[in-house]
T-cell receptor
Framework: GQQLNQSPQSMFIQEGEDVSMNCTSSSIFNTWLWYKQDPGEGPVLLIALYKAGELTSNGRLTAQFGITRKDSFLNISASIPSDVGIYFCAGMNYGGSQGNLIFGKGTKLSVKP | DAGVTQSPTHLIKTRGQHVTLRCSPISGHKSVSWYQQVLGQGPQFIFQYYEKEERGRGNFPDRFSARQFPNYSSELNVNALLLGDSALYLC???????????FGSGTRLTVV
């Protein structure tokens, strides 16, 4: 099935570092979302973006909806141990009570040994 | 407030068997969607239902079917199970079908 291109696939963080990840698509979306998934749990919505160029923050998290509507990035500032997990981007074209999410393969955040 | 609840949490089935997975949406949510998440991948869309009508179907074989009941709960059925059907099956509910998707914790299906 279709999946978005998400990078990096994995990264190691040290507490206090800033983290960046991005997502690209060959298709246009009218909504971009970022989720975090912990082991044994379903994805939890972090940030939703609805307009091209939109920059939205949620605490230490900042995400942007690309101008071309084909990409998005997520930044995490001053990372803490509980930021560890898998982050997924998802694109959606919503209209008329219909809309399904197309997910990336995920970026796995781990703590530097 | 209860979130999206899925049952069972874990399930082991044999190849060729049939399985039914259940989902109860958040109270007031009228749309339910199903996703399959294979290990190491992002979730893949299977079905979306809104007000008991199918609104979308992903690229899955006819062995997969679903329905939504008058109380907005939903079932996902998979017939003639294959080893490749082993995955985490996620249910997501939404108030109107396109926004505010909240996921359940999933059902871990293992086919042996």
């Amino acid at each position: 099935g279709q999946q978005l291109n998400q990078s990096p696939q994995s990264m190691f963080i040290q507490e206090g570092e800033d983290v960046s990840m991005n997502c690209t698509s060959s298709s246009i979306f009218n909504t971009w979302l970022w989720y975090k998934q912990d082991p044994g749990e379903g994805p939890v919505l972090l940030i939703a973006l609805y307009k091209a160029g939109e920059l939205t923050s949620n605490g230490r998290l900042t995400a942007q909806f690309g101008i071309t509507r084909k990409d998005s990035f997520l930044n995490i500032s001053a990372s803490i141990p509980s930021d560890v997990g898998i982050y997924f981007c998802a694109g959606m074209n919503y209209g008329g009570s219909q809309g399904n999410l197309i997910f990336g393969k995920g970026t796995k955040l781990s703590v530097k040994p | 407030d209860a979130g999206v609840t899925q049952s069972p949490t874990h399930l082991i089935k044999t190849r060729g068997q049939h399985v039914t997975l259940r989902c109860s949406p958040i109270s007031g949510h009228k749309s339910v969607s199903w996703y399959q998440q294979v290990l190491g991948q992002g979730p893949q869309f299977i079905f979306q239902y809104y007000e008991k009508e199918e609104r979308g179907r992903g690229n899955f074989p006819d062995r997969f079917s679903a329905r939504q009941f008058p109380n907005y709960s939903s079932e996902l059925n998979v017939n003639a199970l294959l080893l490749g059907d082993s995955a985490l099956y996620l249910c997501a509910s939404s108030p109107r079908g396109g926004d505010g998707y909240t996921f359940g914790s999933g059902t871990r299906l293992t086919v042996v």
